[in-house]
């Protein structure tokens, strides 16, 4: 059955948006990318006027997803959302990873529509294209995001086009052209597959829909934000591990945190918010190490963890604003201990992680090992992806039932 906040009509918040550099203006209810000065924009709530009329208790008796939180969000009708589930995700101890007095949780993102956290943000982003009147949007993606474009641009009668890098996972691949879009490998990495989503804006009349240059797919992930407070009673963990690509989720989930704040809903201080990056694509990690507020474009990117392959973020002093302002910071894991990590989890815990989550998993461990957390905090790790989607260790064990079966020299 359609969820009940899906039936109703609410009171919406949205006063204008916001340069998230410059905080010059800009008005609600209009098609827009970036800002002026070629930034991301930042929606902005009465806040005040919200809290007034909703309150914590209230929200708690509605259907447990994300439009549970509708006032926060930007959509104004609610006929112009479109929906495919998007369910609160458990969050799930791992008693057997944990260390010391402290506890280890994984937000396990990966039961959302599309097997990824992408869901979150398309999900917002292809709402608002459709209240806003767009029907063709273009994007580049290492996978989960042109997945969950494809699903909810489909669903909303949008057509979409999207971009690829060759060695994206095949899995993705077909499933973008599965729910409908029109999907191109490019033989390059995915700022290559975005220039040629930017240089087609001209002749094909599509809207940029990359990561951040339309201002809504925040708003989608900060409803991470939203649910984990409200799933942790509103008393935030000490830290969470989060793994950073392009950042949204970063800065969505801190854009939550700051709002919940500054009405007073939260309890208690924020959490340290801890950039993962792989190895060999970590832009982020090195400007945080130099101290700069811009990350500079990383050459040469590669990690099997393909969704935070990002060589260069548009959001990056987004990034790293709320990495500082969290008191959190950022660091690097290798491929090797990312796959370690992942077999680790699944033969412990019998949770089988993607490879980006199981870098957050891989940091923990890091973390501990060099003194940059302690062992007696509470930790939420994000596992953004389903496990399934990416490839596994091989298993080619084989038992010829024609033969006699020596069963305890065998096993
Ligand atoms: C997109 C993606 C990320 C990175 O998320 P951002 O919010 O863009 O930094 C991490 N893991 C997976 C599986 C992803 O698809």
């Avoid at 009465?46 to 209230?58: C, F, G, M, P, Q």
């Avoid at 500054?262 to 950039?275: H, K, N, Q, T």
């Avoid at 832009?283 to 190490?289: G, M």
């Avoid at 091989?394 to 020299?409: A, F, K, L, T, V």
Wanted: hydrophobic share 40%; glycine share 10%; aromatic share 8%.
């Amino acid at each position: 059955m359609i969820s009940e906040n899906l039936r109703t009509d609410r009171k919406t918040f949205t006063t204008h948006l916001e340069c998230g550099l410059k905080g010059d203006r800009y008005s609600a209810d209009q098609i827009h990318g970036l800002s002026k000065a070629g930034k991301p924009l930042l929606v902005k709530y009465d806040l005040k006027e919200l809290a007034s009329t909703v309150t914590r208790h209230e929200l708690a008796q509605r259907p447990a997803d994300i439009w549970r939180y509708r006032e926060f969000l930007p959509v104004r009708k609610t006929e112009n959302i479109v929906s495919l589930g998007e369910i609160h995700t458990p969050i799930i101890p791992l008693p057997n990873l944990q260390e010391g007095t402290g506890t280890l949780y994984v937000k396990d993102e990966s039961r959302l529509p599309t097997g990824s956290f992408k869901a979150r943000g398309l999900c917002l982003a292809v709402s608002m294209a459709k209240e806003l009147g767009l029907n063709k949007v273009a994007m580049p993606t290492n996978g989960n995001a042109g997945a969950a474009l494809a699903a909810y641009g489909v669903r909303a009668g949008i057509q979409c086009y999207v971009f690829c890098p060759e060695d994206t996972p095949e899995i993705n691949v077909r499933e973008i052209a599965a729910q409908g879009a029109i999907v191109r490998r490019v033989n390059g990495l995915i700022h290559d597959c975005g220039r040629i989503v930017r240089e087609g804006i001209q002749e094909m009349g599509w809207f940029d829909f990359s990561t951040l240059k339309e201002p809504y797919r925040i708003e989608g992930k900060k409803t991470m934000g939203l649910e984990l407070a409200d799933q942790c009673q509103w008393k935030l963990p000490d830290v969470i591990f989060y793994p950073t690509g392009g950042g949204t989720g970063l800065i969505g989930m801190w854009k939550a945190f700051q709002e919940l704040k500054s009405i007073g809903w939260i309890e208690g201080a924020l959490p340290r918010m801890v950039a993962v990056q792989a190895e060999g694509c970590a832009p982020i990690v090195k400007a945080y190490q130099q101290g700069e507020r811009f990350a500079e474009t990383w050459e040469n990117a590669h990690t099997i963890a393909a969704g935070i392959r990002v060589p260069a973020a548009i959001g990056d002093f987004l990034m790293l604003d709320a990495i500082k302002e969290s008191s959190g910071y950022a660091l690097t894991v290798s491929d090797t201990a990312i796959l370690g990590a992942r077999d680790i989890a699944a033969a412990k815990e019998g949770f089988l992680m993607c490879p980006e989550g199981a870098a957050t998993f891989a940091a923990y461990q890091k973390s501990l090992a060099e003194g940059l957390i302690a062992s007696s905090e509470s930790v939420v790790l994000f596992n953004c992806a389903s496990g399934l989607k990416y490839d596994l260790p091989p298993m080619n064990e084989m038992i010829d039932r024609h033969q006699p079966i020596h069963y305890s020299n065998m096993f």
